[in-house]
């Protein structure tokens, strides 16, 4: 939900010198196609007090389509990709620490996690320099002589991004980073309530491109809101839309681009879970179900929101894990020692409590926490019931008993989404039937390590309602590309496939 400029206080004067790092003022404007422009005032609070800390002129529709027009006159200029976003990680990394106070500001996840945002958007760019100089594609041998056959990868043209308040810039820089390489340009819809992190990067790479003569517009952004994303996803000039959000946004934009035979790439919702068989490393299952669990104020897409432990040592590890969740310091992400801040929204802090009266509606116990403010919070509760099968993007645990392996994989498989899960044991046979074709069916399939924080190098992304879209490492770039196979003859001759005659 957009707001729109209404309070008198703002909190801009005691962050102006971060802002002044980044480029940023108290009103910034929020459309950038080679020039910068915007029309409404959209307010960004801290979500610690509420109170505004900068504003931003968004865009419309008709800045959407004035924005593609501009990037169909300059794609053809794109050829020195490697090179550009070697220069864009050096310019970020100059100023990853004040851009991972924005976010920590902004979208309110403690500084380090701020930090390490950053840190993955120059990570994923040192992957995609890589990348720029070993696509691969095959030589594949022809059935006819004297013809040669390969597979070829070119760009799409031009590549939508419409991304989710929680990861306000690492998510779009998985994306620009592997598009650009790919030789595309890009256009960026940041979330309406992290506006300012959206222009203070969308600077940083407009910056990069004016200074080797290049078209700005490579690097657009249109901010705004729910029109202008319908605008993206429904213009044929935006060849992959590749969006970020919730399963029921995601459905829309999924029905929306595949109406006019677009391609699409979505990230949706996850419903993780973590299971603790009885062999375990119990301290390392405890510290990680924390992190997995609270991290983020359990505002990431991988938070672990189930927690499945044997039945024979359920009743010791929650004991350790209610004593670890004692020790979380809740407040300002920007203090140190604090390990979760706040909720991104007032509308986030309802879905907290509507959870945890649900959770007690249908029969189950809070553990942890209590409904009153918002702390982490662990309930038990039966597996099949319909809290249980939902995200609720909180820090809200859910915790059951097993018996088998075999129950907790289809309980594990049970819910609609499936986006990242984790097993804690010592017993290989245990890994290798997680793993394997009876085992989990997310995208991300651990072993004794949380469901979240993970690496560049393997694609991210997950099946069923989580969208089956896939970004970052491994054959992400893929997404980005068309494929193409060509056939050469050189025969001077006219062989056909399949020994077919026709003469």
Partial sequence: MLRFSKRLYSEFPK????????????????????????????????????????????????????????????????????????????????????????????MGKIYAEGLGEVQEYIDICDYALGLSRSFGGQVIPSE?????????WNPLGTVGVISAFNFPVAVYGWNSALGLVCGNAMLWKGAPTTNLTSVAVTKILADVLEAN?????????????????????????VDLVSFTGSTAVGRKVGEIVQSRFGKVLLELGGNNCIIVMEDADLDLAVRSVLFAAVGTAGQRCTTTRRLLVHERIYDDFIDRLVKAYGHV??????????????????????????GLESVKQQNGKILYGAGNFVVPTITQIDPSAPVVQHEIFVPILHTFKFKTLEEAIKINNAVPQ???????????????????????????????????????????????????????????????????????????????AQGIKFE
């Avoid at 801290?46 to 924005?67: F, Y």
């Avoid at 006819?144 to 070829?152: A, C, D, N, S, Y």
């Avoid at 690097?219 to 000039?237: F, H, N, P, T, W």
């Fill in 15 to 106: 962050h102006q010198s971060l802002f002044n790092r980044l480029g940023l003022e108290f009103e910034n404007n929020g459309v950038y196609n080679g020039k910068w422009s915007g029309s409404q005032i959209v307010e960004s609070v801290n979500p610690v007090t509420n109170q505004v800390i900068g504003k931003v002129r968004v865009g419309t529709p008709k800045d959407v389509q004035e924005t593609l027009d501009i990037i169909e006159d300059i794609k053809p200029m794109w050829r020195e990709r490697g090179e550009i976003v070697r220069q864009m990680r050096v310019a970020l990394d100059e100023l990853k620490e004040p851009l991972g106070q924005l976010v920590s500001l902004e």
């Fill in 144 to 152: 006819r002589p004297g013809h040669f056959m390969m597979e070829q």
């Fill in 213 to 237: 003569k290049l078209p700005g517009a490579l690097c657009s952004m249109v901010l705004g809101g729910a029109d202008v994303g319908e605008a993206i996803s429904r213009s044929k000039q």
């Fill in 329 to 354: 310091k809740v407040g300002d992400p920007l203090q140190e020692g604090i390990l979760c801040g706040p909720l991104h929204t007032k509308q986030a802090v309802e879905h907290y409590k509507k």
């Fill in 418 to 496: 499936g986006l990242s899960s984790s097993m804690f044991t010592k017993d290989m046979s245990n890994v290798f039937k997680w793993t394997g074709p009876n085992g989990s069916d997310c995208g991300i399939v651990n072993v004794n390590i949380p469901t979240n924080g993970a690496e560049i190098g393997g694609a991210f992304g997950g099946n069923k309602e989580t969208g089956w879209g896939r970004e970052s490492g491994s054959d992400s770039w893929k997404q980005y590309m068309r494929q193409q196979s060509c056939t050469i003859n050189y025969s001077g001759a006219l062989p056909l």
